[in-house]
DNA sequence: CGTTAACCTGTCACTACCGACAGTTTTGCG
DNA sequence: CGCAAAACTGTCGGTAGTGACAGGTTAACG
């Protein structure tokens, strides 16, 4: 319990500035607490393959270089096994847990990095999917008791770290939709399109004439600036326009 | 410092245990820390309107219910809120900073629920969104310095529970694609189309024939089993098949 | 060297979509 | 009641999407 006063220290840098620089809370991270290296990742996992929002690592340049070049295979089913879970994950428990991962992890002991840590998961914007890694040079035996006593200072100091960085991001604030919003009965019709229902069934279902479906249809189109019903389900479904179902 | 034990304990039975039902982790919560009230709701935010999930709480139901009913535009609004930011926010913060939540916390206040506590973001699944509301009887004044705290117990404890909620869901669980996976050049097509682009401007785009873009996308409306490719672009952009952009 | 999968192409007939023409009716609000 | 916005309808002509016909080429793998 010898770090509870550096928790509180840096509790307070977090909540009282607007911005914290990633350098900084990275430092901070590691003054504060027994932390040999930390890895901050937000990306946008796709069917096949991520898209990389931001990474920050204090791990050695060259070696994460070289690794996300060398075996993107490994990486993808990495992040994958991390973002299946919303629970902090022991490195050592995801080592055992998903095989895919075993090589990651003799790569990173051929540089003298012991498996001991922990992955924090953080509360992303829609279809993004943002954690912290932090790794310990501690032996498993005493990371047992460490983990246990700063766990949640690490899930919470993650937490502001990420939303700081979140904040401090233009992409964020592209909430707001561009042109008019749409009626009932365009986003409805656009829902039936989108379960592939041609001009006709979705008169049928409707109760209404076929004339008019597609002129909900065209409206929605005009509102949403596209040239297609194929594009306008695409916007739709990205800006959720229509649920999931 | 008085309840530190009591956190430990807690924690080890979050760690520990598989599920811990909703109703025992909020009684363990109360027992545990100043809590008066714990909301949790996990919702997918729609462009208009929302789709609840989960919701469970300690509120007075028929005082829940009654206001859902009512108001839902203020509901909304506060979920909007409380979803555009992912730091842990006051309620006393939320209630200054956006005035469309005031209905609500005029409606708590005439049942006799003071406006102290927090919003805990969690990390949810694609187009989710989940978080912890815990409210206070603690008074404005002593509240900053509970709050300082024990902001990491509740944010951890917040993250373990609805971890523990998620992993007993079957339908987090429904990531396995049907069917074949797609080729990259299908992928490709239906990327296009999303873009509102028709087969010859595509097969311009691509240098291939009008005829050849055909062909990827009959491929790839039959291994998505869909009818049209308004259809496939729709689950492609649902499943994640094709990226924001 | 055979097999498989991905990638690529042509044509025909049919149906669905899409823009532009020109309206009516209903609903909600001040 | 007047007005605006939403909901609703008909028809025409052109373009785009769709299924089924029947192929060829290239790269990877055992």
Redesign the interface.
């Known amino acids: 319990m010898a770090d509870q006063q550096a928790?509180?220290d840096l509790?307070d840098i977090m909540e009282s500035e607007e911005a914290v620089e990633q350098k900084r809370f990275f430092a901070l991270m590691r003054s504060a607490f027994r932390i040999a290296n930390l890895l901050y990742v937000d990306v946008?996992?796709?069917?096949?393959g991520f898209?990389v929002h931001r990474i920050h690592h204090t791990f050695d340049t060259s070696l994460v270089d070289a690794y996300l070049d060398k075996d993107a295979g490994c990486i993808d089913a990495v992040l994958r096994m991390a973002s299946?879970?919303?629970?902090?994950i022991d490195l050592a428990d995801a080592r055992r847990r998903y095989p895919d991962s075993e090589a990651l992890f003799q790569a990173a002991l051929h540089f003298g990095l012991p498996p001991e840590g922990i992955i924090l998961?953080?509360?992303?914007?829609?279809?993004r999917c943002?954690r912290l890694v932090i790794q310990t040079d501690i032996g498993a035996g005493e990371w047992t008791a460490y983990r246990?006593c700063h766990?949640?200072?690490f899930?919470?100091l993650a937490?502001?770290f990420?939303?700081?960085l979140?904040?401090s991001d233009e992409r964020f604030t592209d909430?707001v939709?561009p042109g008019a919003?749409?009626t009932n009965r365009e986003?409805e019709v656009l829902g039936w399109?989108?379960?592939?229902k041609?001009y006709w069934e979705i008169a049928t279902i409707l109760g209404i004439s076929e004339r008019t479906v597609r002129f909900f249809m065209t409206n929605a189109r005009r509102k949403l600036n596209?040239?297609?019903?194929?594009?306008a389900?695409?916007q739709a479904?990205?800006?959720?326009?229509?649920?999931?179902s």
């Open positions: 928790f509180f509790l946008e996992l796709l069917s096949r898209r299946s879970d919303v629970r902090p998961p953080l509360s992303a914007p829609t279809r943002a246990r766990l949640r200072d899930q919470l937490n502001l990420h939303a700081s979140l904040e909430r939709q919003a749409l986003t399109a989108a379960a592939g041609s596209v040239v297609s019903n194929t594009q389900v695409a479904v990205r800006h959720a326009l229509i649920p999931i």
